[in-house]
């Protein structure tokens, strides 16, 4: 893998820099201008300058604005970098890309054939999720995109000194605008909220990115020199994108997402993909002005006109009375007049298009008749690009997960037995005897309760829920629809379970060999303990009787049947630390996909990635690089999470390289992993060693006296908590524990505090026993470790965590420990812990951590004043607001509070990340 040099990184830096401090420039006008020249001329940009007065009232939000500048100003330099260094050396030179990944496979021996061929084969799907991470407003969001979009303007080197001057004024405008809008969330976002914020990026940013992105393949292709005849403009040959959701399906802990929540976020979704095709099929209409007296139109398109006539259909009449002699804009207007819109208003059809895929043969059509008139061009760039978003959206836009809580199930299933009249103690059964019941329960087709009969709460949400899904399948079809997700899964009861929900609920379909779940069950295996017991849980599912029949009627012709199989970041992270939760969830992808295979199924991993390294998060191409090759099936669900998706998604060239590193990544993977030796590589059981070691350090920590003492008051979890960050609780059940806190909040508040313990803690000692033990093994590990991708994302995810952290700052924040023997105990053996990685990090490396995550270090050294600055503000205030909290003075608490929330911002702003 080539790795970016020194002086690309230092490129990157020289060109954020300046534009940053334009752009700060700019804010201090705007601050001057606006009544605060005190406030200007205090911002803590410089890092020599003497810590400034923290005092003032809008000290923190400047400082925010400042980083968010300083984050728009790195992400221009990047793209803008990246664009020149294509200029000068070629499509092949930016490492995951396109270019880079066509150049590779070639140099491999792999034909433009085989390229083809996988391409059509790959499958990947973004979920946007709305988890407790995104500290900014929709509104700000907003307010940041458009400043974005002016920066990139200003990369024009032909506008006049007056022309620059008003992008100036324009950035001005948009500054003071953001300036006077309220940053936070001052009352909690609700589900609708969260709702529309990833419908823009599903309605705007992303329907154009994948045409840039099919466009730089085609690009690559071309500049490679790869055969023309194969070039892949056709969509039927270009990777399958598809876009998932949780937001309204997620109940998980989330007592605010009712059946009726769900209902609603369905037909929103539904809505915005008919109100995108609208837009873009009135757009194809305008431009199809083809006259039928400068080419004489194919019978084909003539007979779809002819049908359309024979209907005697009042609304498509009148589309084909528009436009005579332009035979292919009537089709569009036909189109037009099918698509599905008497719940929005539209005039539409008697019989509209009952799927999605309706309006892809139309459209295939069109293009077909356009090629059999010469019209290659018109085909490639006006039907072709819209048929591939038809194809990729539907008419759902994005498919909603529903996703519940094993532990919910199992109440459901107990109040639903007992609404039936059955005396049963479900859960005090055993796993057998679980088993065994519904072996017999799932052979029947009749319900075990009439419908409307009184369950309890838990089985009338979770089986309202499915019934909402059972009714939008039945009446829209499957299509908009995506995976059962069951959070926790412990046993192969707790999916089985879902299937006898799911007949209560009427969402399953009754065929000729027995009952069918049309939505595939997926286990969602989390803890380090429950993904060593996924393969016994697998294996009974994929054996039992049922899941055999739904795998065979949602089976596509020609293709094997499909699992699929979530496996989480989090949760293993917070269970076990980073390396035993990084190869635990290795190790359970070889033995899962080892048990589908014998079973003549094809896994689809759905990996739970957070927003930070700890929980998954990092480069694409890395991560995918660094999947088990046997794991690696073209087929891929992965999560987006809270400030990642903006930070991905909100602006055009990003989003562009972020869904061309996952879809070109994945190519990559596919036919290397097809070629790629299935035996075991020698550093196996060098991280087998690892995890051990790493996992009892971890623990140990955890089981200190006084821990949890420690983490409550050394962090800011108790003002996360309070926060209005999220929809959703930052506890599953409510419970004041440890295992009870989702993992979001526990990285988010570790890396507030700069601690960042869930990135690296137990790696140190991990090699400290792997040099005393096996002195081998750890040659081995600094001769290999960059050249095998799993222990190179193991280290360089370790090494930018460790440049993030700061020993100061941890022993700042733990002054906040009231408990002396607490806080010296825990803070000791952290900072141990933090000195012996950081040195065993860099002697693998065998270079200092600043010089191999340069990029890394060059970028904390903008932040490292504003942070100082933002961290002592922030003691300072968890002080006061927690004297105030025990004293029950709940207008100083809450005033505090919302000065808290605007610290927490401004950090996580600062440090790019939250949780």
Known sequence: MTVPTASSALADLARAERDYRFLVACFQEVLSETGAPELAQSLPIEETAPLPDTSHERFVQACSVVFQLLNMAEENAAAQNRRALEASAGCAAEPGLWGAVLHKLRRRGRSAADILTALAQLHVEPVLTAHPTEAKRATVLEHHRRLYLLLVKLENSVWTPNERRAIRDEIKRELERLWRTGEIYLEKPTVADELRNVLHYLTTTLPEAIGWMDRHLLDAWDELGMEAAMRPTDPAHLPHITFG?????????????TPETTRESLHTLRQAALRLFRSRLTELAARMSLSDRRQSPPAALMAYLSTAREAHDPVLQSALERNPY????????????????AELGWPTARQPYTAASELAADLRLLGETLLAVGAKRLCESEVWPLLRLVETFGFHLAVLDIRQNSAVHEQAVVEWLRAAGVEAEYDQWDEARRCAFWETELAQTRPLAVLGAPPGDAAGRVVGALQVAAEYGQQYGWSGLGALIVSMTRATSDLLAVYGLAREAGLTISTSDGLVCPLPVVPLFETLDDLRHSPDILSAFLDHPMTRRSLAWMQRPGQPPVQQVMI???DSNKDAGAVASLWGLYRAQQVLSAVAQARGVLLRFFHGRGGTPSRGAGPTHRFLNALPPESV?????????GETISQKYANLITATYELELLTSGMLETYLLAQSTAKTPHPLEPVLDFLADESHRAYRALLELPGFLEFFAHATPIDAIEASRIGSRPSRRTGKRTLADLRAIPWVFSWSQARFFLSGWYGLGTALDMLATHHPAWLTQLRQDAMRWYPTRLLLMNAGSQLLLADAAWMQ??????????????????ILAEFERTRR?????????????RQRTALTMQLRRAGLAALHQRQIELLKTWRAARAASDDTQSESLLV???????????GLKSTG
């Open 633 to 641: 099936s073209g087929r891929l669900r992965l999560t987006e999470q």
């Open 326 to 341: 332009e035979s292919w804009r009537q089709a569009v207007n036909v189109m037009l007049a099918r698509l599905p819109g």
């Open 812 to 829: 700042a924040y733990a002054e906040l420990v009231p408990d002396t023997i607490a806080r010296t105990t825990v803070l000791s053996t």
């Open 245 to 257: 959701t949780w937001v309204g399906g997620d109940r998980d802990g989330h007592p605010l997402v």
């Open 568 to 570: 989480g970041y989090s």
């Open 899 to 909: 000065d808290l929330l605007l610290t927490i911002n401004a950090i996580s702003s």
């Open 840 to 852: 065993g990090v860099e002697q693998v490396f065998g270079v200092p951590l600043t010089e191999r």
